[in-house]
C-alpha cells in the first residue's frame, strides 16, 4: 500500500482503489459503520426486551418482523452490490434506452445542471459513489458499440430507493398504529363504565327486563335511516361523511360490544372486550408492518409504468386516499347494516339491543380483506412519500422526474390527509368493526390459555398418530377395542377442550 503516485498525475481521487487508500481511513470509515450497525442492533434488542418485559407479544412479534425486513433488504443490498459489475456489463443497442424512459431526454443537459446546483445533492451525492467501481461496464459496452443495460450509478439509485421505501414504509406504519392506538385509548372509559354498569346490575338480578321500542334506543336513531334506505345510495352517501366526524359513539361501541359477546361468549357477560380489541390490533399490526409479495410486484409495476407523459405519479398519488375513502365507508355501512337489520325485524326489544355479526356483511364474507386493503394503502402512502423525498435528495427540486411543479403540494397534501383519515377514522373503525364476523381472533384467549391450546392439539395430532399405528398393529380380531379406545381418546379430548375454555371464560382476557 505504500507505492504509487508516480503515474504522471493520471489518476484521481475517484478512482483510487482500496490498494492505494491510507489503512487509516479504510479501519476508521469500517469502524465508524459497525458502531452505528450494533448501536442499531442493540436498540432493537433493548426494545424487544422492554416489550417483553411487559407481556406485550403482539408488538414484539412485530418488532421481529420489522427485523425479517431489514434482513431482507440486507440481502437485497448484498445483491446489488455483489452483481453490480455484472449488471453493467450486460450491453444492449443504443436505440432501446430511447422507448419508456421516464424524463424526455432532451432535458438531459438540463437536468444535469440543475442537479449539480441543488442543496438536496450537495448534501447526498457524495454517497453517489458508494458503489462505484469506474466505468469499466461503460467502457466494455462502448468497445462493442453499445451502452451498458443498466449503469453503475442507476443501480446505486435504485438501491437507494428500495432502502428509502422499505424504511418509510415501517416508520409510517409504526406512527399509523401509535396515533390509531391513541385515538382508540379514549374508549376504555366506555368499557370501564359498562363494567360498572353491569356490576350494578348483578346486585340486582331479579328485576324483571323492561321492553322498549327499538326506535328508543340512541344506537337506531342514529344508524336507522329508514325501511329498505340501509342498503340504498342512501345509506352509502351518509356513511362516507359519517368517517370524516364522530365516527364512533358510545352507543356503537356498546351495541357492537353486546353483539360479539352475545355470539362469542354469552356465559360471561364482564368480558372485557376492550382489552381484546386492543390484543387483536396490536396482533395485526405485525401483518400490517411487513412487506408483502404482492405490494413489491406493485412497486415493480410503477417503475414499469413511470413513463414520461403519462403522469402516472400524479394519478397513483390519489389511489391510497381513494381506497381508503372506500374501506371507511364500508366499515361506516357495516354498522349500519347492523341498525337495520335489529329494526327492519324487531319492533320492541326486551332488554337490551342485541346485533347479529355476520361474515355476510364484509365484501366477499371475507373480514380479512379489510386489513389487505389496509396495508395496501399505508404502503402506497408511504410509497408516494419515500419517492417524492428519494427524487428531492437524488436528482433535485427540478428533476423531470418529480412531475409538473403545480401537483406538488396537492400531492403532499393528500398524503397528509391519508396519514390522518387512516389513524384517526379508518383504523379505529377496523378494529371494532372487524369483529362483527362469525368468528373470534385467538386473541380472546390469554397468552396461557393459547399456549395450553396449541400444547394440547399437538399432543392430540401426535397421540392419533400413535394410535392410528397401534390400529394397523392390532386390526386383526380387535377391532372393538380399538375403537373403544378412540372413543375415551375424543372423549378426553373434548374434556381438555371445555377446561382450557373454562380457564378462559370466567375472567376477561388480560
Known amino acids: 500500500m505504500a507505492g504509487g503516485g508516480g503515474g504522471g498525475g493520471e489518476t484521481t481521487s475517484t478512482d483510487i482503489t482500496l490498494e492505494y487508500t491510507p489503512t487509516w481511513i479504510v479501519a476508521a470509515v469500517c469502524s465508524v459503520i459497525v458502531i452505528i450497525s450494533l448501536i442499531f442492533e442493540r436498540l432493537l434488542h433493548r426494545a424487544g426486551k422492554v416489550l417483553k418485559k411487559k407481556n406485550q407479544k403482539p408488538l414484539f412479534d412485530a418488532l421481529q418482523k420489522i427485523k425479517e425486513e431489514l434482513m431482507l ?5 448484498l445483491l446489488l452490490t455483489v452483481f453490480q459489475s455484472t449488471i453493467t456489463k450486460i450491453c444492449v443497442k443504443e436505440s432501446i434506452m430511447h422507448h419508456w424512459l421516464p424524463c424526455n431526454r432532451d432535458t438531459l443537459a438540463s437536468s444535469t445542471k440543475h442537479l449539480a446546483a441543488d442543496f438536496f445533492t450537495g448534501v447526498f ?19 462493442k458499440g453499445k451502452v451498458p443495460l443498466l449503469s453503475v450509478e442507476a443501480v446505486h439509485q435504485l438501491h437507494i430507493f428500495i432502502f428509502a421505501l422499505a424504511v418509510t414504509h415501517v416508520l409510517l406504519s409504526a406512527i399509523t398504529a401509535v396515533l390509531g392506538l391513541t385515538q382508540i385509548n379514549n374508549w376504555r372509559p366506555w368499557e370501564q363504565k359498562i363494567q360498572e354498569e353491569i356490576a350494578t346490575a348483578n346486585g340486582d338480578a331479579d328485576a ?3 321492553f322498549k321500542q327499538v326506535e328508543q334506543f340512541r344506537f337506531i336513531q342514529e344508524r336507522f335511516k329508514g325501511f329498505g334506505r340501509g342498503g340504498g345510495l342512501y345509506g352509502w352517501v351518509h356513511s362516507f361523511f359519517k368517517q370524516f366526524y364522530a365516527s364512533l359513539t ?4 356498546s351495541t357492537m360490544r353486546l353483539g360479539f359477546i352475545n355470539k362469542h361468549c354469552p356465559t360471561n357477560p364482564k368480558f372485557n372486550f376492550y382489552k381484546y380489541m386492543m390484543r387483536a390490533l396490536e396482533a395485526d399490526f405485525k401483518k400490517v408492518v411487513g412487506i408483502s409479495w404482492y405490494l413489491w410486484a406493485f412497486v415493480m409495476l410503477f417503475l414499469l409504468l413511470n413513463v414520461n407523459g403519462w403522469h402516472v405519479y400524479f394519478w397513483i398519488s390519489w389511489l391510497p386516499l381513494v381506497v381508503l375513502l372506500v374501506v371507511g365507508a364500508k366499515l361506516e355501512h357495516i354498522i349500519v347494516e347492523l341498525a337495520h337489520e335489529v329494526a327492519e325485524k324487531h319492533n320492541a ?8 355479526p355476520s361474515d355476510d356483511l364484509f365484501w366477499f364474507h371475507r373480514p380479512k380483506i379489510v386489513l389487505v386493503l389496509i396495508h395496501f394503502i399505508l404502503f402506497q402512502n408511504a410509497f ?3 419517492y417524492f423525498f428519494w427524487i428531492l435528495s437524488t436528482y433535485g427540486f427540478n428533476s423531470c422526474i418529480m412531475g409538473q411543479k403545480q401537483f406538488l403540494i396537492p400531492r403532499l397534501v393528500i398524503s397528509v390527509m391519508t396519514q390522518l383519515l387512516c389513524s384517526y377514522s379508518t383504523l379505529p373503525l377496523y378494529a371494532i368493526v372487524s369483529h362483527m364476523g362469525n368468528s373470534f381472533k385467538r386473541a380472546i384467549f390469554d397468552e396461557h390459555v393459547q399456549a395450553g391450546l396449541v400444547g394440547w392439539a399437538q399432543n392430540a395430532k401426535r397421540n ?6 397401534a390400529g394397523e398393529t392390532t386390526s386383526t380380531g380387535n377391532g372393538g377395542g380399538i375403537q373403544m379406545r378412540s372413543v375415551h381418546r375424543e372423549a378426553a379430548a373434548e374434556r381438555g377442550t371445555a377446561s382450557l375454555i373454562s380457564q378462559a371464560s ?3 382476557p388480560q
Do not use: N, W
Open 464 to 469: 392419533k398418530g400413535k394410535g392410528a399405528k
Open 208 to 210: 324483571p327486563q323492561m
Open 349 to 356: 326489544v326486551e332488554g337490551d339491543l342485541l346485533v347479529t
Open 506 to 508: 370466567p375472567s376477561p
Open 250 to 253: 358510545v352507543e356503537d361501541y
Open 73 to 77: 433488504l440486507g440481502f437485497i443490498s
Open 125 to 143: 451525492g457524495g454517497s453517489r459513489r458508494l458503489l462505484a467501481g469506474g466505468g469499466g461496464g461503460s467502457d466494455h459496452c462502448a468497445k
Open 384 to 386: 408516494e412519500i419515500a
